[in-house]
C-alpha cells in the first residue's frame, strides 16, 4: 500500500532529491569503465538523430543539475503534475487472491491517484510533509467531487 502513496502524496523532501542525484552519478561514473556501457553508448550515437533512442539514456550529478547551479526537484515536481494521473497509467496485478482480494487491495491503494493532470497539482516551492498533505487533501476532495 505505501507504493500507491508516491503515485499520490510524493515529498520530493530537497535531501531525499540531492542523495538521489548523488546515486545517479555514482552509477554513471561506475558505467564510463564497463565495456558493453561503452558500447551502448556508442549505438545510441549512431542511431538515427530524429530518433528518440538517439536521445541521452541516463544522466550525471552535472546534468541533473544543471552544472551545480540548481536543484532537480523543479523539474521533479513539473514531470509528476504534468505526467503522474491516472489517465496515464496502467496497472497489471497478479497475485494468489481471489479476483475480489485483488480488486479491493488496488482499490485501497490507487484510489486517491489524480484523475487527470489539472486535478491535485504540487506547487514547485512545496517541500515539506505538511504542504504536501494539504496538496493531498485538496486531490481527494476533487476527486470525490468529479
Not at 496515464?88 to 488496488?106: D, H, P
Not at 485501497?108 to 498533505?133: K, N, Q, S
Request: proline share 4%; hydrophobic share 35%; aromatic share 8%.
Amino acid at each position: 500500500r505505501m507504493f500507491g502513496k508516491f503515485f499520490v502524496e510524493p515529498l520530493f523532501r530537497p535531501g531525499a532529491v540531492e542523495r538521489e542525484a548523488r546515486a545517479i552519478d555514482a552509477e554513471f561514473n561506475m558505467g564510463l569503465s564497463a565495456d558493453q556501457w561503452r558500447q551502448f553508448q556508442l549505438t545510441k550515437s549512431l542511431s538515427n538523430h530524429g530518433h528518440s533512442f538517439h536521445k541521452m539514456g541516463c544522466g550525471n550529478y552535472c546534468t541533473l543539475t544543471q552544472n551545480a547551479t540548481s536543484s532537480p526537484r523543479p523539474d521533479l515536481v513539473r514531470y509528476w503534475n504534468d505526467k503522474y494521473h491516472a489517465e496515464n497509467m496502467r496497472l497489471v496485478v497478479i497475485g494468489k487472491s481471489t479476483l475480489e482480494e485483488l480488486k479491493e487491495m488496488v482499490m485501497e491503494t490507487f484510489a486517491d491517484v489524480r484523475p487527470h493532470a489539472g486535478v491535485g497539482r504540487l506547487e514547485e516551492e512545496d517541500a515539506t510533509p505538511e504542504a504536501t498533505a494539504t496538496t493531498t487533501a485538496t486531490t481527494t476532495t476533487t476527486a470525490t467531487a468529479t
